[in-house]
């Protein structure tokens, strides 16, 4: 018999009510906005962040949502958040590594401290969360991890230094980690963000920011819920022939040149 979409649930309620997903950085931006779309289709999702406001969407979510304190370059903290996760849902299916830091500095003001400091997040951060998460992932028998990269990982930026070459880094080791995990039928892929309002490019005075950052062939910014549907699809069964990709997620910003009449 062939099994529907409406069968399975897609894009319902329900579609990933037996899941447990942690997402890394829930406490605001494209982190929180992935926590609560993943909740909203049923899923239980143990929340971390740094920030104690994560606390916000346990209360907004009770029962659905775990909240707890994560460091995500400490791998003790990784632990007692993946056992109190495990402790209260019954076991991890999926990973998020959302959590994410951005510093504008030129390579000859940059310091090793704060070069490093970039790296401990974006890229030694996710490689951290799948080794604690492994043993969840693995029991799983549907696993998926989906990391964070920009696209700022497919080409680069002046004055971004650390951040550009920590991305590159976490899109190689995303398909490492696609590679090696794929014997145990977990799922890696990569989200690359382009131009999306939350706090990390947006100051709270920048009024103008979504018109500054409109300039995409789409005309607009994009928003903390694109992204959160695409992470949806990630770690959902709607993806299950896919691992090891990367999916560019910007109004078409890095697609191409637009030439216009007359130009
Ligand atoms: N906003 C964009 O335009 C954009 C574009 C491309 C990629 N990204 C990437 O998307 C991801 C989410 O970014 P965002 O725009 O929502 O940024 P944001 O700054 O709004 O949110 C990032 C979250 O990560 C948390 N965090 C920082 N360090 C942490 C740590 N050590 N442990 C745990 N949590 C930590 C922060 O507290 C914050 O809640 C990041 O990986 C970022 O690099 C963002």
């Given at each position: 018999m062939t099994t529907t979409s409406a069968d399975r649930g897609v894009g319902g309620p329900e579609e990933l009510a037996d899941r447990v997903v942690l997402v890394t950085g829930a406490a605001r931006g494209q982190g929180r906005a992935i926590a609560e779309r993943l909740a909203a289709a049923g899923a239980r999702v143990v929340a971390g962040d740094v920030l104690d406001t994560v606390a916000e969407l346990a209360d907004a979510w009770p029962g659905r949502i775990h909240a707890g304190s994560l460091d995500v370059t400490d791998p003790h903290a990784w632990e007692d958040l993946v056992g109190q996760g495990v402790e209260r849902f019954g076991g991890l299916d999926s990973l998020v590594n959302n959590a994410g830091v951005l510093r504008r500095v030129r390579l000859d003001d940059e310091t090793a401290t704060s070069f490093e400091a970039i790296w401990r997040v974006n890229t030694l951060g996710p490689f951290l969360g799948v080794q604690a998460c492994l043993p969840y992932l693995r029991a799983s028998g549907a696993g998926t991890v989906v990391n964070t990269l920009s696209t700022a990982a497919t080409t680069a930026w002046s004055g971004h230094g650390a951040y550009v070459s920590s991305k590159w880094g976490l899109r190689g080791l995303t398909k490492v980690m696609a590679l090696e995990l794929a014997e145990h039928s977990i799922r890696v892929n990569a989200i690359v963000p382009g131009p999306i309002l939350t706090p990390m490019v947006v100051?709270?005075?920048?009024?103008n920011a979504a018109n500054r950052l409109a300039r995409t062939p789409l005309g607009r910014a994009g928003l903390p819920a694109d992204i959160a549907e695409l992470a949806l699809f990630l770690v959902s069964d709607r993806s299950t022939f896919i691992t090891g990709a990367e999916f560019v997620i910007d109004g078409g910003q890095t697609a191409g040149v637009t030439v216009r009449e007359g130009t």
């Open positions: 100051r709270p005075d920048d009024l």
